[in-house]
């Protein structure tokens, strides 16, 4: 796997060329590039994304509560959003900025809320950017030790609802609890 080998380019110079792998796996095939100190970070797989969206979705329909739900990955991309029939337009723009959120200071918004109420001084990071959203319902995505990702939801009657849909998606993927959620 790890071949390296010298070749002389058309220019004489001589250069290291690294082989390129495939491995198998079940969702398909992955190409690992060999590189020396090339770092490697897992990926919040679509499939998995979606899994968790409809988890969120379906906990918070089960209360009769008509939400949004967003996932995006450990870089703040939309990756799934669902808007069950009936949820408010603002509810896309709400779980989309709380899973940006989440992901990007990589803790839960309602932890966040509650930091920002105990010391004022921290107040300029809702102002960070325009996709930041200080309000409970975002909760990082954690899988084997690395945040991966963020789930948002929008629209039930209070944070902590929000939150508790949110959580009911982690769970469908065996995500790690991070933060607020593993009360």
């Known amino acids: ?31 690992i590039a060999v590189a020396q100190g090339l770092p490697q970070q897992a990926v919040l797989p679509l499939s998995l994304a979606e899994k968790a969206a409809v988890a969120a979705l379906d906990k918070c329909a089960s209360g009769g509560y008509k939400v949004s739900v967003a996932v995006v990955d450990r870089g703040g991309n939309l990756k799934v959003l669902l808007r069950d029939d009936g949820a408010g337009p603002h509810t896309v723009d709400s779980s989309s900025r709380k899973a ?10 309602e932890h966040l809320a509650q930091l920002l109420t105990k010391f004022p001084s921290i107040q300029g990071l809702r102002d960070m950017n325009e996709k930041i959203l200080i309000l ?46 593993a009360k």
């Open 1 to 31: 796997m790890n071949s390296k080998k010298w070749r002389v380019n058309p220019m004489g110079m001589l250069t290291k060329v690294f082989a390129l792998t495939s491995i198998v796996t079940l969702g398909g095939i992955i190409s």
């Open 100 to 109: 940006y959120t989440s992901a990007s200071l990589r803790r839960p918004t």
């Open 136 to 181: 409970g319902g975002g909760l990082p995505i954690e899988m084997q030790g690395e945040v991966v990702g963020g789930i948002g939801v929008g629209g039930a009657p209070g944070a902590h609802l929000d939150e508790a849909c949110a959580a009911a998606g982690l769970q469908s993927i065996g995500a790690e609890p991070k933060g607020a959620q």
